[in-house]
């Protein structure tokens, strides 16, 4: 199927066949890649008894790992590279740790899963070919994770028309046509299959094959939507000139846009050489743009790190995890150290750690009086060195729930500073005593620690830090009593927890380094009387057992900054705090609205009234079409997908509202809806936009396709397609929705209406006195 690939920057086609040799990466004389493709035996490693040999390789598609598999029921298993997150490098899992000697460090390396499947642990032979497993895969990955949209689609598209031809005689016939049909998420019936069939079928032989198949897929692949949005803004029906799409900038996509943008764009995405030569975009550019970062709802502009970073740390909303080695549940649950470096890839940026004496005098983190597992303290601060800062440099904090003994306290503070070293922050910035928390900036790549600290931060430049140690109440469920050893609490130095009593006292007496912790609901409760600029921590109730979350927006709604989720749940609320850590560079710190930085603001979420917030807006939106939607079943071939949207407005209680379309009967691969909402948003600053894709059952609830969620001051208004994660926040490849987004400053439009009816009257008053003076003539 060379004839409808054009993988020209990642496969380079050998010939046009179905044959799953046709394509290979541009590195086919890549030495590493050759090895992948001939694979070899690994030692994999489950524990200290289970260590079996098996042999892995790379399918010819580059897209596919093979397993060897001595499961008589389970056969050989494949698995996708793009079901991979990360390969590591010598002994960096938890498993490999425990069930693998140090010295067979260079000759180990872990397969990291997106996800929540458990990782594969590997053992070569020898260094230099673990090296060459590492390098070829991380190689593949790099290409993969470089592919559009629209490449990945054409993958997926061929990849099932190869499990459509059974016999493998490179050709399709009717019957493997309606098979393909199922596989791409489609049903359709015996005579329009069989339509289909003949208007490709142009030899007449019974079967497709070469130029047959290419018309197929054209006519598969053709998006009605766009043909009419591409005819509408293109004079000349083949091409459209620089100066039709700069129309289309300005007139649908409200874009700020000059010549020389639309110019850009051209170069950019235009694939025809003779076409870019002539400053044209064809159709296939128009499309190309349309899926790439330029034509998604996320405004490319908030991909970076756009916000002020220079401010003090109580000015930001902070990425934050409950209970952070936690896999699974809260009272049986597995603890591991891995649930440290997923929470921190996904730019979290403060981490809990619930410490406890352990055996041998070694501190360990669980969850205390339960049966979840138990990791040692000293593993954790490894994980966190390791992965503190490899996807943000801003400050990391460790919210330590001290339940430990002075003795192992006193070895909990050596692990933090030997492991951490320059790392860890253990005094105040500048050489004398600060008055306002220090900004993200200040404190890229240092780790602060949360917890209780004995006296007041001044002690540090006055001399009067001699106090050993003293009871403390840590701040648990219970607020149990704690004696607390100088050396740990020496390194809480920015963010000393204390009791709340109310909000005057903490006003008047609280200091700018202390902050307090409430769970869900004790803060639900104060919110509404809330007006403290301190830094605060909110966690989920202890009657949370299944780990679920509560809603983290009434929190940030009101300011608080360090509002913490469990990490291991994919549920709605997870998805919003994606949404609030998706702009400003994913680096897990988001400057909050000025309202919300001066507690004499009188901004009161609960209690709506006119202000510098209210910025009222109409969202208009359009609900287009949906391209190959996943199956939800797919060991059954024959359930396809009935698709409904559902939108979603979270904020503040007035802003938040909910619509949905209409279900598409059996089809996934490409069902149109074009029904439009219309939402009014008072407090844009606060609000996110929440699309749900379900596949809809009439006697049951609705099975979840895919989401995405994304602050309302981050989309881009016009035709946008709207990327669909996972319900564990990872990208569907090749997936999307098709939106048309209009945002409308209501105020604005009301004196632009007028504005227009003034100089109406002004005309007609001029018409007025023109007639007059010409009577009078």
């Known amino acids: 199927y060379a004839c409808v690939t054009p993988y020209d920057s990642i496969f380079t086609v050998q010939a046009k066949s179905l044959d799953s040799s046709s394509h290979s990466l ?32 790379l399918l010819e598609d580059c897209m596919t790992m093979w397993q060897e598999s001595h499961k008589a029921f389970k056969g050989d298993q494949t698995f996708s590279i793009e079901d991979i997150e990360s390969v590591r490098q010598g002994r960096q899992s938890e498993g490999l740790q425990k069930f693998t000697d140090p010295d067979m460090e260079e000759r180990c390396f872990s397969i990291i899963f997106k996800g929540h499947r458990k990782n594969l642990d590997l053992m070569a032979k020898s260094p230099e070919e673990a090296s060459k497993w590492v390098a070829g895969l991380g190689k593949v990955l790099s290409y993969v994770s470089k592919l559009n949209r629209q490449q990945n689609s054409e993958h997926w598209i061929l990849s099932c028309m190869r499990k459509a031809d059974k016999n493998k005689d490179n050709k399709m016939t009717l019957k493997e046509l309606k098979h393909f049909m199922r596989q791409i998420n489609i049903e359709v019936d015996d005579a329009y299959a069989e339509l289909l069939f003949r208007r490709c079928d142009t030899s007449n032989s019974g079967t497709l094959e070469g130029d047959e198949i290419k018309i197929f897929y054209q006519m598969l692949t ?165 992965y503190a800062f490899k996807v943000s440099e801003y400050p990391v904090i460790l919210s330590l729930e001290n339940h430990c003994t002075v003795d192992q306290q006193k070895i909990m503070a050596n692990h933090l500073t030997k492991i951490l070293g320059s790392a860890l922050l253990v005094h105040p910035l500048g050489d004398q005593m600060p008055t306002a928390l220090p900004s993200p900036e200040d404190l890229k790549g240092r780790v602060l620690i949360k917890g209780k600290r004995l006296n007041k931060l001044d002690a540090v430049f006055n001399n009067n830090n001699t106090i050993d140690e003293e009871s403390v109440s840590e701040e648990d469920e219970a607020r149990t009593k704690i004696k607390l050893a100088k050396e740990l609490s020496d390194l809480v130095i920015y963010c000393k927890s204390v009791h709340f009593s109310s909000f005057e006292n903490s006003r008047t007496k609280q200091a700018f380094y202390e902050m307090a912790s409430f769970k869900e609901t004790k803060a639900f409760h104060l919110a509404e009387n809330s007006g403290n600029n301190h830094l605060s921590r909110i966690y989920p109730a202890g009657s949370r057992t299944d780990s679920s979350n509560y809603n983290p927006v009434p929190m940030w709604n009101v300011g608080s900054q360090i509002v913490a989720l469990n990490f291991q749940t994919p549920c709605k609320e997870m998805d919003l705090n994606q949404a609030m850590f998706l702009p400003n560079g994913q680096c897990g710190y988001i400057l909050k609205p000025q309202f919300l930085r001066d507690p004499s603001s009188g901004f009161n979420p609960f209690k709506l009234t006119k202000g510098p917030w209210y910025k009222k807006k109409t969202l208009h939106l359009m609900v287009i079409s949906a391209q190959q939607l996943p199956k939800i079943n797919k060991n059954k071939e024959s359930s396809i997908v009935d698709p409904l949207v559902k939108v979603d407005i979270f904020g503040v209680s007035e802003d938040c509202a909910s619509k949905k379309t209409h279900h598409i009967e059996n089809n996934g691969f490409n069902p149109m809806w074009n029904v439009s909402f219309e939402f009014t948003v008072r407090v844009p600053e606060l609000a996110f936009v929440r699309f749900v894709v379900d596949d809809y059952d009439k006697g049951s609830q609705n099975d979840r396709i895919g989401q995405y969620t994304i602050p309302f001051t981050s989309m881009q208004n016009g035709y946008r397609h709207v990327p669909l994660l996972t319900k564990r926040g990872d990208l569907i490849p090749s997936t999307g929705l098709f939106v048309h987004i209009m945002v409308v400053d209501k105020s604005a439009l009301i004196l632009k209406c007028m504005c227009r009816r003034i100089l109406t009257f002004f005309c007609l008053f001029l018409i007025m006195v023109h007639i007059f003076f010409y009577l009078l003539e």
């Open 26 to 57: 541009c590195l086919e004389d890549d030495a590493d890649l050759k090895f992948l493709l001939e694979g070899g035996a690994l030692q994999k490693v489950r524990s200290n008894s289970w260590q079996k040999s098996r042999f892995y390789k």
């Open 222 to 386: 053709s998006r009605e939507e766009i043909d009419v949005i591409y005819g509408k803004f293109s004079k000349n029906a083949r091409e459209m000139s620089a100066g039709d799409l700069l129309n289309f900038l300005k007139t649908e996509q409200i874009e700020h846009a000059t010549l020389e943008d639309a110019l850009n764009l051209i170069e950019k995405y235009e694939p025809d050489e003779i076409a870019k030569s002539n400053k044209h975009m064809t159709k296939d550019g128009f499309l190309m743009y349309l899926q790439q970062e330029d034509g998604l709802i996320l405004n490319p502009a908030y991909k970076k790190i756009y916000q002020d970073m220079t401010q003090p740390l109580n000015h930001y909303f902070i990425n934050s995890s409950h209970n952070t080695y936690l896999m699974e549940d809260q009272l049986k649950g597995p603890s591991s150290t891995e649930a440290y470096v997923r929470a921190l890839m996904k730019n979290c940026r403060c981490v809990e750690l619930d410490c406890w004496d352990g055996a041998n005098g070694e501190p360990v983190v669980y969850h205390g009086y339960t049966l979840t597992s138990k990791i040692l303290f000293k593993d954790v601060i490894k994980a966190i060195k390791e």
